[in-house]
């Protein structure tokens, strides 16, 4: 009955959205409402539900994409973006760019969480997009199937780090044995199958795209422009690497860098390098680029809003223990445990929409079945973080950033977006039980 339940909210959600027409955001709400009832929340819990779930995705989100929407914005409507496009054109070329893109994705998408390295990367793809007149899909999804993967599937993000620990795997064989699988995963997912995706048209997608009027200003070098919009992956990487190259800091230099580390100060500091780089320096007054920054935040109001709306029904299936009841359900059946860990980490990821819930909670249930079976943990880490990645669709917030950046429609989400997922889904559990039979 349960999973009637979610399958029917689902299907209002998308029925709302889709045929009724009606803001994503209230529709997340209506449902959640809707689903948190009948579920069982008592009804004096429900608000709860609603404020925690709102508070969890955008107290770790909002100042990441407002202050990364800002950056991207500046770096646009200055000309560095079009400097960096460039640049990458001449490396590898309009018929190759897309390869470009992906192996950005994958080198930067080591150390960031997709969040932030969605909101930093976008605006890279639409500077390649607008000056030489590329298909968007086409040219970016291999980039965002990159981010994926490795937030899925490799140390040091937390839902891999996390299994590493509950199951006592090895963290560098984890990642190794991560590598093995995520490079074919995204290739086959990113540019074999974006070769298929060309006549998708986006929407008048105008937050990237630089003013004629920029062109009074001076427009920044290519080493400045690079520098200044990669600086936000450069502070993180250096903030990751020294408590490796200085284990012995003390307390006071550990906390800086901790602080420094923060994803928001990052931003902060990269943003405020930008303004004098980016702006000052080539000649705009402090209030343009004011204005610039201004812009900005209007133009991604409505997907902070809808972010807002997916972390409501996340909080709402998490709450009423339907994360729990599906994962004692599937642990049944009598299938490969490394099969069977991936499946019930896919399925909770498909009605709860948090691909972190869906690998933490399947690790729970499957950890007594590994030990019994003795599945390398290695492996069942990734199984389960391919799993997490599976059924991607209207309660993801991936889902929807992807949607509104793009300017898509739900149907060209869905046949884009969510089979990319699906495919780094299901070609990382080949890739896990082809590694099985050799390990």
Same mark, same amino acid.
């Given at each position: 009955m349960t999973f009637i339940i979610i399958i029917l909210c689902?299907?209002?959600?998308?029925?709302?959205?889709?045929?009724?027409?009606? *803001? &994503?955001?209230?529709?997340?709400?209506?449902?959640?409402?809707?689903?948190? @009832?009948?579920l069982g929340i008592p009804l004096e819990k429900l608000p709860t539900s609603i404020n925690n779930g709102i508070g969890s995705i955008?107290?770790?989100?909002?100042?990441?994409? $407002?202050?990364?929407?800002?950056?991207?914005?500046?770096?646009?409507?200055?000309?560095?973006?079009?400097?960096?496009? +460039?640049?990458?054109?001449?490396? #590898?070329?309009?018929k190759h760019i897309q390869w470009g893109?992906?192996?950005?994705?994958? @080198?930067?998408?080591?150390?960031?969480?997709?969040?932030?390295?969605? $909101?930093?990367?976008v605006p890279l793809i639409f500077s390649v997009v607008y000056k030489y007149k590329l298909p968007a899909v086409y040219i970016g999804l291999p980039m965002l199937a990159a981010l994926s993967v490795t937030h899925g599937f490799l140390p040091p993000h937390p839902s891999p780090v996390a299994l590493v620990a509950q199951f006592n795997a090895d963290l560098g064989m984890t990642l190794i044995y991560g590598l093995?699988?995520?490079?074919? &995963?995204? @290739?086959?997912?990113?540019?074999?199958?974006? +070769? %298929?995706?060309?006549?998708?048209?986006?929407?008048?997608?105008?937050?990237?795209?630089?003013?004629?009027?920029?062109?009074?200003?001076?427009?920044?070098?290519?080493?400045? +422009? #690079?520098?200044? &919009?990669?600086?936000?992956? #450069?502070?993180?990487?250096?903030? %990751? $690497?020294?408590?490796?190259?200085?284990?012995?800091?003390?307390?006071?230099?550990?906390s800086v860098l901790s602080f420094v580390g923060a994803p928001s100060i990052v931003m902060l500091i990269a943003l405020v390098f930008a303004t004098y780089t980016l702006g000052i320096k080539q000649g705009r007054s402090i209030k343009n680029v004011m204005g610039i920054y201004g812009d900005a935040v209007k133009d991604i109001a409505m997907i902070l809003?809808?972010?807002?709306? +997916?972390?409501?029904?996340?909080? $709402?299936?998490? *709450?009423?223990g339907v994360s729990e009841e599906l994962a004692f359900g599937l642990q049944k059946l009598s299938i490969h445990p490394l099969i069977l860990g991936w499946l019930i980490a896919a399925i909770i990821r498909g009605c709860v929409g948090s691909a972190t819930v869906a690998a933490l909670t399947?690790?729970?249930?499957?950890?007594?079945?590994?030990?019994?079976?003795?599945?390398?943990?290695?492996?069942?880490?990734?199984?389960?973080?391919?799993?997490?990645?599976?059924?991607?669709?209207?309660? *993801?917030?991936?889902?929807?950033?992807?949607?509104?950046?793009?300017?898509?429609?739900?149907k *060209? %989400?869905?046949?884009?977006?969510?089979?990319?997922?699906?495919?780094?889904s299901i070609i990382g559990l080949i890739g896990v039980l082809l590694l099985s039979l050799v390990i």
């Open positions: 689902l299907a209002l959600l998308i029925v709302l959205i889709s045929y009724f027409k009606v *803001d &994503a955001f209230l529709s997340f709400l209506i449902v959640s409402i809707v689903a948190g @009832i009948s955008m107290g770790s989100l909002t100042l990441i994409i $407002v202050l990364g929407a800002m950056l991207g914005k500046l770096v646009a409507e200055s000309g560095a973006a079009q400097r960096i496009a +460039s640049v990458m054109v001449n490396i #590898f070329g309009t893109l992906m192996i950005t994705g994958f @080198i930067v998408g080591i150390p960031l969480f997709y969040g932030i390295g969605f $909101v930093l990367l093995a699988v995520a490079i074919p &995963a995204i @290739i086959l997912a990113g540019p074999v199958f974006c +070769s %298929t995706l060309k006549n998708i048209k986006t929407g008048p997608v105008k937050l990237f795209e630089q003013k004629e009027d920029s062109n009074q200003y001076c427009v920044p070098g290519s080493f400045l +422009s #690079f520098t200044t &919009a990669m600086l936000p992956v #450069f502070l993180l990487i250096l903030v %990751t $690497v020294i408590p490796y190259c200085l284990p012995d800091m003390g307390e006071n230099a550990s809003l809808i972010i807002a709306g +997916s972390g409501i029904f996340k909080q $709402v299936m998490e *709450d009423s399947a690790a729970s249930v499957i950890m007594p079945l590994m030990i019994q079976s003795g599945v390398n943990p290695n492996l069942m880490v990734l199984s389960l973080g391919a799993g997490s990645l599976m059924f991607s669709h209207v309660n *993801d917030a991936g889902f929807w950033m992807f949607k509104e950046y793009f300017g898509l429609t739900m *060209d %989400t869905l046949r884009s977006w969510s089979v990319m997922e699906a495919l780094v």
